[in-house]
């Protein structure tokens, strides 16, 4: 622990009340503490999503089984997927940005301390809107019922006709409500790093973190638009009258898929470009070398943003669009694989002439790298449309999404809680149980998802509640649901791991890591200022600088 | 590692980052444009295919008098918001009020409008797609016009109870980039459903 | 009446694969299906290629450059990048990306853009909530759940080309031997092809989630000899059979609100919502695949429908014992 003057008491030293504790929580606008907020609160869907996500598995066990009806199983898949993008994923990436993005950037709190904490307490009202629905919504068989029109929610399933009560409403508000959150958290990232930077830190000296959530941010302002615009045009479909996606009065079914994944293409990316930015913190940290290109993984995200908001009707190549449009979705879903795959070079460049040492953050990012290079050539494969048009609505691509959702984001997202817990607690993660956390999580991942894809290319469409036996599915089925049953487990460690080592730790201090950014000069936990000068750098790695001052990056800037 | 061994490394001798009230509205402004991208994109989509039921060209009037008074608005509040900065309060207070009251008669027309053709022509939002796609698009607009005025309003109140002073125009500036915004919508709105789509 | 009982084949008197797995996007038995195959194969070469080079390095850099006591003092060379590197890493998956595009684009444009010849079999497809309808317009027939289509000889082929609609919600029709799957959505026409290879049954299903027990919405194709499909298409072609013996079951059926839902061509049942039972005898399955064509399965289906199939459409009858059998012994006679 640092003997700094500077350094006031963190977290854990102050005696007082629990109650003024809360209430500090509760009311705060501070940037870590919102950070921590929607981190936890991220865990709490997460272990929701999870138990939706066992309950799907259980019924698929095998043919023909009864665990739950076919209602339930539909709102299951409806709930898992809606929890896990909006409600997981997308808050526990916003609490890292949140944390992290002031404390790289030497400021002192995001550029909107109050508009960050309300975008917060909206995401948490949709989070509570959406899983009200289980008590709340009201419709012709009884009070009581989730969403189950799929996270998609495609017309014209969500009109009144084929979805009576309210369940439909219930997706469509927390949504809409969330979706005004996200854009608030989105205005306050660009603000803060477009005008919080501390002297010297010109955007080509920005952490790469910076740079890549500066990215999503801008995405988010427009691919979850058209999504709030769909959704205010089936709430006027629904309550109005209006005919919007109305068939009957020469609406168009098509026109909700295209708003729909206009927004859903540009969200995946939103989702994985955060978790590109853990990795390039790490990984160069990890190999001890900076990270391999800069300025072009710089350009290859900015190239990643432009071209993903091309690509959106490849989701709809099933859809019955022309051969030109098909050809055109085909060529721009190829082309978006470039600036990605490129990335990936670019992390084995870094690794490569380096001294790589594997504790668990760089073996979850040496995961990360393994999974995330099949999940982009699985989605190649399907962005030769007549090959979609036997793989899509199949497990194949449900295995493809998961494999860059659970292998990808999840493994990056374990990555950067074993780097920064240290900085956010002031203690070290256990690497014992970190190596448990990751090795029977690594062996239920691949059991699930590699298994998962055979099913598809036998025939096996997705949200069906059941299948026939003599298909050759169930030995299948059944391999993934134990696999998801291991990954479970190795959650729970993880969990176990987060709490025991709060309280049981080794003390961090400053920089366990040997980290070269500004949030390494901190102590760990920051105090509430951040920093009690404001930092002033010449490099890209102003700490590397400093502990190296026989050969400073600043040399080469 | 203390914080302050960082500043060993020099100041630059300028750093002037941008203000984060414009850099913040420019991004609302950036999101609240796909929306209305999207409402266009439906209008658009859906212009021709009704199945029944009035007409765009049936029965829209192309409505000048309140538009120009809506663009004037934008004119208005700019000079206001350089009366401010000159410190000139009069000026400012006028050329606000100004503009409340042409964005007023704009929202006064629109309903005008909204009640001729539901009353002489029998165009809800439910009556056919044009409908739908019409009250929309133009509703929106209608409702950023009116959280523009609310907005207006209350800094009016703040005006006159003697609050607002030269120290606030930037933040005036912000409000009047928002303003400026809801214009710039009206004129592609406009242009779509009252020029093109008739 | 003799012509339609040499139709009456039972059900598993028809060639059924003698491989397995039923539905593998790998045993494409018709040409869009194979030209998918083809292409896939492609596909899947070049980013098999792709994943061992990737992979290899990736191995090959976590080992060779793990640390170890040797170098554990000292930093490694402080690399940032090579622009000629990033050069060569650009321009190889751009000539990639060119192949593979123009490869699937010839695909697209063969599959999606295939003129209809002369002697094609036409069906107008319509999805219902939870079961197939098939009309033949120019053989005047309607059918449901199982399509039956003639195998085509390459030499002189007899595609089937399939215009698809909706009459509620979206679905996805999906034979994966034969073709790729294309959406059926209301108010949006779509159309597709296939010319199966060889006669046989092919399995397959809606793709599309559209609402409760869009699991069981199964399909069935029979591919038929042009003998077999023309004796089916005649026999479909008959209005239905009307044996005295069955009198009070289709009394019972006349008079209940079956009429309502369903047709059974010559009598004064006439409804849309619910499949034809005209023919109701020449399929294997009831409820689109849900069970067996058994007398015990019709009569649970027409008493307690949510026992075979939860959240269908069809609502228990409610009729009595009487009542139920004689319209189950109605239904047996609709060949």
Known sequence: MSSNAITIQGLEVEEKPWVDSLHQWVTTVDHKRLGVLYILYALVFLLLGGIEALIIRIQLMHSHNNFVSPQLFNRMFTMHGTTMIFFVAMPILFGFANYLVPLMIGARDMAFPRLNAFSFWLSALGGFLLYFSLVGANGLYGAGNAPDVGWWAYAPLTARAFSPGHSTDYWTLALLVSGFGSIGTAINIIATILCLRCPGMKLNRMPLLVWLNLVMAGMLLIAITPLSAAQIMLLIDRYFGGHFFDAQAGGSAVLWMHFFWIFGHPEVYVLIIPCFAFMSEIIPVFSRKPIFGYPVMVAATVCIAFVSLSVWAHHMFTVGMNSYANSFFTIT?????????????????????????????????????????????????????????????????????????????????????????????????SERLGKWHFWLFLIGFHLTFDVMHIPGLLGMPRRIYTYEPGRDWDTLNLIVSIGAFIQAIAILVFIW???????????????????????????????????????????????????HPEDPDSLYD | MSAAA?????????????????????????????????????????????????????????????????????????FAGKSLERNNHPAFLALWSLTIILGGLFLFGTGTEWHRLIYEHGLTISTNLFGTTYYSLVGLHAFHVSAGLIMLTVVLIFALAGRV?????????????????????????????????? | ????????????????????????????????????????????????????????????????????????????????????????????????????????????????????????????TIGHQYWWEFRYPKLGIVAANELHVPVSDPSRPTPTFLQLLSADTDHSFWIPELAGKTDLIPNHPNRMWMDPH????????????????????????????????????????????????????????????????????????????????????????????????????????????????????????????????????????LR
């Open chain 1, 333 to 429: 879903t190829m082309a978006v694989g470039i600036p990605t795959g490129i990335k990936i070079f670019n992390w084995i460049g870094t690794m490569w002439g380096g001294r790589i040492q594997f504790k668990t953050p760089m073996l979850f990012s040496i995961g990360f790298l393994f999974q995330f290079l099949i999940a982009g050539l699985t989605g190649i494969m399907m962005a030769a449309a007549p090959f979609d048009w036997q793989l899509s609505l199949s497990y194949f691509v449900v295995a493809h999404f998961h494999y860059v959702i659970v292998g990808g984001i999840l493994f990056a997202l374990f990555a950067a809680f074993y780097y920064w817990y240290p900085k956010i607690t002031g203690r070290m993660l």
């Open chain 2, 165 to 198: 002073h030269e120290d606030q125009a930037r933040r005036i500036d912000v409000l009047a980039l928002y303003w400026h915004f809801v214009d710039a919508v009206w004129v592609v709105v406009f242009t779509v459903a009252y020029i093109v789509g008739r």
């Open chain 2, 6 to 78: 960082i500043s060993v490394v020099e100041m630059p001798k300028t750093w002037t980052l941008p203000y984060r009230g414009k850099v913040a509205m420019a991004c609302l402004i950036i999101a609240e444009s796909a929306i209305f991208t999207i409402f266009l994109v439906a209008y658009l989509f859906y212009l021709g295919k009704s199945l029944t039921g009035p007409t765009p060209r049936e029965v829209l009037e192309t409505p000048i008098f309140f538009t120009i008074c809506l663009l004037s608005s934008s004119i208005t509040v700019h």
């Open chain 3, 1 to 124: 009446m003799f012509a339609l009982s040499s139709v009456l084949l039972p059900p598993r008197a028809v060639a059924e694969h003698s491989h397995s797995p039923l539905t593998s996007v790998f045993s494409p038995e018709s040409t869009p299906a194979k030209s998918i195959f083809d292409l896939s194969i492609f596909v899947l070469s070049i980013t098999g290629i792709i994943f061992v080079v990737v992979f290899t390095l990736l191995v090959y850099s976590i080992l060779k450059f793990r640390a170890n006591s040797a170098n554990a003092d000292r930093e490694p060379a402080q690399v940032y990048g090579s622009n000629q590197i990033e050069m060569a890493w650009t321009i190889i998956p751009i000539l990639i990306v060119v192949v593979l595009f123009l490869a699937t684009a010839r695909v697209i444009h063969a599959i999606q853009d295939a003129p209809e010849p002369v002697g094609a079999v036409e069906v107008t």
């Open chain 3, 198 to 333: 060889r006669t046989g049954i092919f399995l397959g299903q809606c793709a599309q989630y559209c609402g409760a027990q869009h699991a069981k919405m199964l399909l069935r194709v029979s591919v038929d000899s042009p003998q077999d499909f023309e004796a089916w298409v005649r026999g479909q072609q008959q209005l239905a059979v009307q044996d005295p013996s069955a009198m009070t079951g289709r009394q019972v059926f006349e008079h209940t609100a079956c009429i309502n839902c369903h047709t059974v061509s010559g009598t004064p049942a006439d409804g849309r919502f619910g499949p034809d039972l005209t023919h109701l005898m020449s399929r294997t399955t009831i409820a689109a695949g849900a069970a067996e064509n058994t007398p015990e399965n019709l009569r649970l289906w027409i008493q307690n429908p949510d026992k075979i199939k939860p959240g269908s459409l069809m609502p228990a009858m409610k009729l009595g014992d009487a009542d139920l059998d004689a319209v189950v012994k109605y239904m047996e006679t």
């Open chain 1, 497 to 547: 791991n987060l709490i025991s080592s709060y309280f049981n730790g080794a003390k961090a201090g400053n920089d366990p890591w040997d980290a070269w950014t500004l949030e390494w000069s901190t102590s760990s936990p920051p105090p509430a200022y951040n920093f009690a000068t404001v930092p002033v750098v010449a490099s890209r790695r102003p700490l590397w600088d400093l502990k």
